[in-house]
């Protein structure tokens, strides 16, 4: 994709990424715009997203110039990109992107199916930030890009540990790390280092946390009343599943937290047997086979039905098919 040719006669040019936003969502959104705005210092280039975490803010050059809320009436753009996400996953933004004159997607989830005209969709890549740097390439980058793709890999691949690593996500983040930034301190400030408020989050939520199905999944949910009382926001929640994953025997977790406006997300997480984004595409999200979410915004209970029937058939599925290799 080259997306210099796609955008050359744009003097507007919007940005935006999924809901809840990640480090990768964060560091491939602001590597593109900071790309974009050395690329075509003459245009105009807005990132849309929801409020994050402070580390990546810290860590992420650009970060400062995210717009968390959309204009009424809404801009109308160009181009927008969708990065990290597919457009319906974009919350309000969404609308940005239905609006403009040329829509482009990028993507590594491979339940997304491309929302734009031009799409550039890899469910092999290790993230979004490692896509961004495709479509930048080596010879345009510079140290503040760098270091926000850089981010990005690093978070989306667990520091390299997550089975979405590949020899091309290595030879990007190496090439990235020529730089000359700390590599060591963002991956302990941005992946380890934890708030006070998110680790009395973390804690509660393993205490609350419930083993079921043999113990092979773990499954925690926590409401705004018990996240008001620890200080919690949304941002406060980043790792949660992650470590519910951690516990001896659990093959799949999930935690599941009400959100200021009243829905409900959902984060999975797996490790070997079930297929995570087949079940948040059940409730209308996506994501990848071992990492995945959705939004649930009517019928909690109804939701959690459907949640744990498709993991205990999975479950079950998995324990056939080894039982049978046996």
């Not at 245009?43 to 970060?63: C, H, M, Q, W």
Request: charged share 25%; hydrophobic share 40%; net charge negative.
């Amino acid at each position: 994709m080259n997306i210099l040719d796609l955008l050359k006669d744009c003097s507007r040019i919007g940005i935006s990424g999924h809901e809840n936003p990640d480090g990768d969502c964060v560091g491939a959104c602001c590597g593109m715009a900071l790309f974009l705005r050395k690329m075509r210092p003459e245009a105009k280039v807005d990132i849309y997203l929801e409020t994050f975490a402070a580390s990546l803010e810290r860590n992420i050059p650009g970060s400062d110039t995210i717009l968390h809320e959309i204009p009424d009436p809404c801009e109308k753009y160009d181009a927008f990109i969708v990065l990290d996400s597919d457009p319906g996953r974009t919350g309000k933004a969404c609308e940005l992107f239905d609006q403009a004159k040329i829509r482009i997607n990028i993507d590594h989830h491979r339940t997304n199916r491309g929302g734009g005209e031009f799409n550039y969709i890899d469910g092999n890549a290790s993230s979004a930030s490692e896509l961004v740097y495709n479509v930048i390439g080596r010879d345009r980058l510079n140290a503040q890009i760098a270091r926000a793709l850089y981010v990005g890999i690093v978070t989306d691949t667990g520091v390299f540990q997550y089975s979405n690593t590949g020899e091309s996500t290595m030879a990007a983040a190496g090439h990235l790390m020529t730089f000359g930034f700390d590599a060591s301190a963002i991956i302990r400030e941005v992946f380890f280092e934890r708030t006070v408020v998110n680790m009395r989050a973390l804690g509660t939520a393993l205490v609350k946390a419930e083993l079921i199905m043999g113990g092979k999944f773990q499954f925690c949910m926590m409401d705004r009343k018990e996240l008001a009382s620890l200080g919690a926001r949304r941002k406060d929640l980043d790792g949660i599943p992650e470590q519910m994953l951690l516990t001896e025997g659990v093959d799949c977790a999930a935690y599941i937290h009400e959100d200021e406006d009243g829905f409900w997300r959902v984060s999975f997480r797996s490790r070997e047997i079930v297929d995570v984004s087949r079940t948040a595409s059940i409730l209308g999200g996506g994501g990848h086979i071992r990492a995945a979410g959705a939004t649930i915004r009517t019928g909690i209970s109804q939701a959690i039905a459907l949640i744990k029937a498709d993991i205990e058939k999975q479950l079950h599925a998995g324990s056939r098919q080894a039982a049978m290799k046996g």
